[in-house]
């Protein structure tokens, strides 16, 4: 298994602020995912994270607004840059071990 | 692409009953599928996983799971509800060529007394 933690658990922000988002794992993993949760919807993914080289995003998610550093094999930030209400959501990061893959706990963030 | 679609949004289901959750998925290679269960402000919980060895796989909470080929289907079940079972239930899909998750839509499961 892994055992994953995020800070902040969750905050509440003004609009046009940034927010990063830490996301730590207990031992070393060559990936790591971010996705977001909008409010009671599914999770989708938002860019995938490996260590030495630039994340890669999907499709609707650019590094301007989302900008991720993987400084090493066990820890990686999310930035949520200049945001909106519409950044409200729950943000997790997960990592793949054995085929599975185990999530964080969450970071709620709110938009004002 | 993958993709993965779970029919309903909402399940109600009474104490003791079966319970019965789709999900129908696409991959152009042998999937990874999982159910995922999340409760009320809390994270994600992995119910099971199949990683393409038994078709019938077993799962936390007395959940379960059959893989099925032809319908490319992984519908999730149990045999009998309980209340704590209520919770959002979350079907994925990866494989080996894109190790990240592809979600559906969710299925909101409620179990009535």
């Known amino acids: 298994s892994a055992v994953i933690s995020q800070k902040p658990s969750r905050d509440i922000c003004q609009r046009g602020t940034s927010l990063t988002i830490q996301c730590q794992v207990d031992s070393q993993v060559t990936m790591m995912f971010w996705y977001r949760q909008q409010p009671g919807q599914s999770l989708t993914l938002i860019a995938t994270?490996?260590?030495?080289?630039?994340?890669?995003?999907e499709s609707g998610f650019v590094i301007d607004k989302f900008p991720i550093s993987r400084p090493n094999l066990t820890f990686s930030t999310l930035t949520v840059s200049n945001m909106s209400p519409e950044d409200s959501s729950i943000y997790l990061c997960?990592?793949?071990?054995?085929?599975?893959?185990?999530f964080g706990p969450g970071t709620r963030l709110t938009v004002l | 692409a993958q993709s993965v679609t779970q029919l309903g949004s909402h399940v109600s289901v009474s104490e003791g009953a079966l319970v019965l959750l789709r999900c129908n998925y696409s991959s152009s290679v042998p999937p990874y599928l999982f159910w995922y269960v999340q409760y009320p402000n809390q994270g994600l919980q992995l119910l099971l996983k199949y990683t393409s060895a038994a078709t019938l796989v077993k799962g936390i909470n007395g959940f379960e799971a059959e893989f099925k080929k032809s319908e490319t289907s992984f519908h999730l079940t149990k045999p009998s509800a309980h209340m704590s079972d209520a919770a959002e239930y979350f079907c994925a899909v990866s494989d080996t060529g894109r190790r990240a998750l592809t979600f559906g839509s969710g299925t909101r499961l409620q179990v009535q007394p």
């Open positions: 994270a490996n260590q030495g080289s630039e994340a890669t995003y």
């Open positions: 997960s990592v793949e071990r054995a085929n599975e893959q185990f």
